[in-house]
């Protein structure tokens, strides 16, 4: 019975060739748009009759990849989960990301892999922290002019809109605006709370930024709701009488699985929900936390103890959810909460955390253009450049075009104790090589094999000598890439070595493949 319903062709076991193949290929088609002189992919449009979409913008070629072959679909499926690690932790460097994963899985055998060599990975891989941190620079403003331009591949004017943005306010979102003929920057009434974020991943609406992203979402606020189903029956209420794709976020005041559960229930039918849990440090923040974004919203939050306990629900403008959290902004905010200021600071003890919160500012930046697909390009760099931007200022930054890890792997000269942990040490210095030769192979230098000692004389040798220097892929030659402004986030950078090595040690253990049958129900 078990052999009909599951045959034995469906399990491959101790050949993992065509798991490979698929996670290199995904890997491969990610790397081609590294670098500024990275290759365009062209995506299938889902209306058939209309021309395919060209992009180099690695996480939409992400998306797209699929293949026939359950199996290397499965390997291509883990790349992209790994490049998914680092969108949701940094924010971008998906291509530095895939550029690492492709060149373990290249450099080392399955049959060379053990815990000896892994332990050596993860010692190369603290080195090289080490190295980081010596090596990065705080970030001026300055620095965020360069980043910026970088991002936006150069776009002088696109550039300045977005530095000013920030100069206006440190939490800056973007929206299109199809009724705009340019882009530019709004400021608003608005909240960010930091360290709150969605419940579930579930919840992520905006794959490419691994979040919750809505404008004009509803607001519901629960203070107390385990053993009152009321706000389940009114979000359920909500999505039969809107379209199930009209936005709905929820703050709640604790997180409970069977609530969770049901709002994810929801979130698999379609409707557009999304889940934050404002639990803060003790019962005092997470009340006042929750009636603050009750107020600058317009809602009212809902609590079954009151006298008359009723749900009014609110409205965001702009609502962003990442994993870690959130920011919504108004229009207008309710006269209330100007009221609410005016007594929190004529206060004999001033709450300032609360002041500061209902005093925040979003910038939003409104892309515009003259038509759709010119609105989408620019949208697409607008938020790589804010999510640069980001993790540029948490870090540091070092220099760009893969130099920095090219002298960082120049300089790890560490002996360690076994052949075996050697190897795996030695290969973390390889595979820090990789993103500098893909961006030599994007801007058709020559990397083969055959022109190994043409390309590490005339580009590599730069890097290793002086810290700073190397391959400028927009003048195709090597210089001062620091005055160049061809600079990286420290902190993207070191997800993606993380979220790289992190899938690689996971593909190296993996001895084992299962599909259903195509003819099998589930």
């Not at 290249?106 to 941190?133: A, C, P, Q, T, Y």
């Not at 698999?268 to 934050?276: E, Q, S, T, Y």
């Not at 019962?283 to 009750?294: G, H, M, P, Q």
């Not at 300089?411 to 190897?423: A, D, F, G, L, S």
Request: glycine residues 6%.
């Amino acid at each position: 019975m078990l052999e009909k319903l599951f045959p034995k062709k469906n399990i491959f076991i101790g050949d993992m060739r065509r798991l490979d193949r698929g996670f290199l290929k995904a890997c491969d088609a990610v790397t081609e748009t590294l670098g500024a002189e990275g290759k365009l992919a062209l995506l299938e449009n889902p209306d058939r009759n209309s021309p395919p979409e060209a992009t180099k913008d690695g996480v939409t070629v992400m998306q797209h990849i699929r293949f026939s072959n359950k199996t290397e679909n499965f390997g291509a499926l883990q790349a992209i989960a790994g490049c998914y690690v680092t969108l949701e932790r940094a924010g971008d460097a998906t291509t530095t990301t895939a550029s690492f994963m492709q060149g373990y899985l290249r450099k080392l055998k399955r049959k060379h892999f053990n815990k000896k060599v892994e332990k050596g990975i993860k010692l190369g891989l603290k080195e090289v922290d080490r190295w980081l941190d010596a090596l990065s620079l705080k970030t001026t403003n300055e620095d965020l002019q360069k980043i910026i331009k970088t991002s936006v591949n150069n776009d002088e004017k696109l550039s300045e809109t977005i530095f000013n943005a920030f100069m206006a306010s440190d939490t800056v979102e973007v929206v299109k605006n199809k009724n705009l003929n340019s882009t530019k920057f709004v400021e608003q009434n608005g909240m960010y709370l930091e360290n709150y974020g969605y419940v579930s991943p579930f919840f992520i609406n905006k794959i490419s930024k691994t979040s919750f992203d809505s404008e004009n979402a509803s607001v519901l606020c629960a203070s107390v709701w385990e053993k009152d189903i009321k706000v389940v029956n009114t979000v359920k209420t909500f999505f039969q009488t809107n379209p199930k794709e009209t936005p709905l976020l929820v703050f709640i005041e604790q997180s409970n699985s069977e609530f969770i559960e049901q709002m994810i229930s929801l979130k698999n039918i379609g409707c557009n929900i999304c889940v934050v849990a404002v639990n803060g440090y003790n019962e005092y923040e997470s009340e006042t936390l929750l009636r603050d974004v009750a107020l600058l919203t317009g809602a009212k939050v809902y609590n079954p103890r009151d006298e008359k306990p009723e749900i009014i629900l609110g409205i965001a403008d702009k609502a962003v959810v990442s994993f870690n959290s959130t920011t919504i902004s108004v229009h207008t905010p309710p006269k209330e909460v100007e009221e609410l200021l005016t007594e929190l600071e004529s206060a004999d003890t001033k709450d300032e955390v609360r002041i500061k919160r209902l005093k925040g500012k979003v910038v939003i930046i409104e892309v515009g253009g003259m038509n759709a697909s010119q609105i989408k390009e620019e949208f697409d760099r607008v938020e790589d450049a804010i999510a640069s931007v980001k993790s540029s200022r948490a870090e540091g930054y070092i220099t760009g075009g893969g130099a920095t890890l090219v002298y960082i792997s120049s300089n790890m000269k560490t002996k360690q104790e076994t052949e075996e942990i050697q190897r795996g040490y030695d290969l973390v210095k390889e595979i820090l090589k990789e993103p500098f030769i893909k961006i030599l192979s994007n801007a058709n230098r020559k990397t083969k094999l055959r022109w190994w000692q043409f390309w590490r004389t005339d580009y590599l040798a730069s890097s290793i000598k002086e810290h700073g220097v190397g391959y400028n892929a927009v003048k195709d030659e090597v210089s001062d890439l620091l005055k160049d402004g061809v600079i990286d986030s420290k902190k993207s950078i070191r997800v993606a070595l993380e979220s790289a090595t992190e899938r690689a040690i996971q593909m190296f253990n993996i001895n084992v493949v299962t599909h259903f049958p195509d003819s099998m129900s589930l």
